[in-house]
Nanobody
Framework: QVQLVESGGGLVQPGGSLRLSCAASGILFTINNMGWYRQAPGKQRELVAVITSGGSPNYADSVKGRFTISRDNAKNTVYLQMNSLKPEDTGVYYC?????????WGQGTQVTVSS
C-alpha cells in the first residue's frame, strides 16, 4: 500500500519560514520523481517544485529563490524548505510521487501565511 504522509504545515507570518516533509512508503523511492503541489482556495492545484530521481530540482517561477526542494533517499523522504513566505503562498500543499504511469498523492498539509 502506497502512503505519502506530509507534515510541517501551519500558520506563519509573512516573511517567515516553514519546512514541509513527505515520508513515502510502498514505493521504490529512489526511482520516483517527487514533487510538491499546492492548491489555494478557489484555484486549481499547481506545481510548486519537483526533484527528479537523480536529484535535479525544478521550481515554479513564483517560488524560485525562496523555496528549496530536497530528498533523502535513505529516509524515503522529500522536503520543501520555504523561506520569505508570502500570503499568496497560502494553500494546501500536496506531496506527489511519479514513475512511469504510477502517480500517487498525499493527503495534503495546510500552509497559511498571515499576520
Amino acid at each position: 500500500q502506497v502512503q505519502l504522509v506530509e507534515s510541517g504545515g501551519g500558520l506563519v507570518q509573512p516573511g517567515g519560514s516553514l519546512r514541509l516533509s513527505c515520508a513515502a512508503s510502498g514505493i521504490l523511492f529512489t526511482i520516483n520523481n517527487m514533487g510538491w503541489y499546492r492548491q489555494a482556495p478557489g484555484k486549481q492545484r499547481e506545481l510548486v517544485a519537483v526533484i527528479t530521481s537523480g536529484g535535479s530540482p525544478n521550481y515554479a517561477d513564483s517560488v524560485k529563490g525562496r523555496f528549496t526542494i530536497s530528498r533523502d533517499n535513505a529516509k524515503n523522504t522529500v522536503y520543501l524548505q520555504m523561506n520569505s513566505l508570502k500570503p499568496e503562498d497560502t494553500g494546501v500543499y500536496y506531496c506527489n510521487s511519479n514513475y512511469a504511469n504510477y502517480n500517487y498523492w498525499g493527503q495534503g498539509t495546510q500552509v497559511t501565511v498571515s499576520s
